[in-house]
């Protein structure tokens, strides 16, 4: 008989030495463990904007850092290099991901390093932070006795038990709303519904949330599906809640896909405009 990890939507039944569907979570001697914490396989100083936040302390940078691992699988991910690695292809001739340890003490003196530079803290992102939300909030502690700032970006599909873990120590968010349609997050491994109650805890608890709607063609791109979704987010969280509405570019298992039309996207974002105030085109 397995144990039943309850991180996430998933609430994988792993029996010993199994990992769950996101890689990073593992049975070890009867206990559910985070496999990841603390292995790093991206570190870059970026303008915050890029995480995207357009409203969070603009003009700054942020210490962004990745690990492995993901709960969903989206065919368009831009970064499947990491999100998609397990530890089992560490032994393998094909896997070239390098993996460095950094204890969460030791991050929080590395976002200080870069102050001199700009850095207002650690952005957690790449792949899906919340597989490993141990080491989020573990080292979110010590980012915040620094004096620094935590940004979280995220899928928002684990459970709200989790969330509640991390909100104390997470200045800003930005949360994928990959769409509003049930039958589109299913294709993807996902649930709208989890993704919705993520979204109105965190805006409800005071921290700074933006949204991010990557418009793939034929998928997601419905008029009417964005305007439900700009007036859900305008009811639920406010209407200058951010939200950034990007375009696909082939990616991963989608590169028989063309882009996004440019003109689409203005467009889905103007259409969203008629409830949000605070609408933003990305990748255009």
């Known amino acids: 008989m397995g144990i039943v990890c309850q991180t996430c939507i998933h609430h994988c039944n792993l029996d010993s030495g199994q990992?769950?569907?996101?890689?990073?979570?593992?049975?070890?001697?009867?206990?559910?463990?985070?496999?990841?914490?603390?292995?790093?396989?991206?570190?870059?100083?970026?303008?915050?904007?890029?995480?995207?936040l357009k409203m969070f302390y603009p003009g700054s940078m942020i210490l962004s850092v990745g690990s492995y691992g993901c709960n969903l699988r989206c065919p368009f991910c831009q970064n499947h290099e990491i999100s998609m690695w397990h530890p089992?292809?560490?032994?393998?001739?094909?896997?070239?991901?390098?993996?460095?340890?950094?204890?969460?003490?030791?991050?929080?003196?590395?976002?200080?390093?870069?102050?001199?530079?700009?850095?207002?803290?650690?952005?957690?992102?790449?792949?899906?932070?919340?597989?490993?939300?141990?080491?989020?909030?573990?080292?979110?502690?010590?980012?915040?006795?620094?004096?620094?700032?935590?940004?979280?970006?995220?899928?928002?599909?684990?459970?709200?038990?989790?969330?509640?873990?991390?909100?104390?120590?997470?200045?800003?968010?930005?949360?994928?709303?990959?769409?509003?349609?049930?039958?589109?997050?299913?294709?993807?491994?996902?649930?709208?519904?989890?993704?919705?109650?993520f979204i109105v805890r965190s805006s409800s608890a005071g921290c700074h949330v933006e949204l991010t709607t990557l418009i793939v063609p034929g998928e997601n791109d419905s008029q009417t599906q964005m305007g439900a979704q700009a007036q859900w987010i305008a009811e639920n969280c406010g209407k200058d809640t951010p939200l950034h509405v990007t375009r696909f570019f082939p990616r991963y298992h989608m590169t028989d896909i063309a882009a996004t039309n440019v003109q689409d996207v203005y467009h889905l974002a103007n259409i969203a405009g008629k409830y949000l105030e605070n609408v933003f085109v990305g990748n255009c």
Do not use: H
């Open 88 to 197: 089992r292809e560490a032994d393998s001739s094909q896997s070239v991901l390098d993996v460095t340890f950094i204890s969460p003490r030791e991050l929080a003196g590395k976002a200080q390093e870069y102050e001199d530079r700009g850095n207002i803290g650690v952005a957690f992102t790449y792949n899906e932070p919340l597989v490993g939300w141990e080491y989020v909030r573990d080292a979110a502690r010590f980012i915040k006795e620094a004096g620094m700032k935590n940004v979280l970006v995220t899928n928002g599909t684990a459970s709200l038990q989790v969330l509640d873990e991390i909100l104390p120590y997470i200045d800003a968010m930005n949360i994928d709303l990959k769409g509003f349609q049930n039958d589109y997050y299913k294709k993807l491994g996902g649930d709208l519904e989890t993704v919705k109650e």
């Open 19 to 52: 990992r769950g569907i996101c890689g990073a979570r593992k049975n070890e001697n009867g206990s559910i463990i985070c496999e990841n914490y603390g292995r790093l396989t991206a570190m870059a100083l970026d303008p915050i904007e890029k995480k995207p």
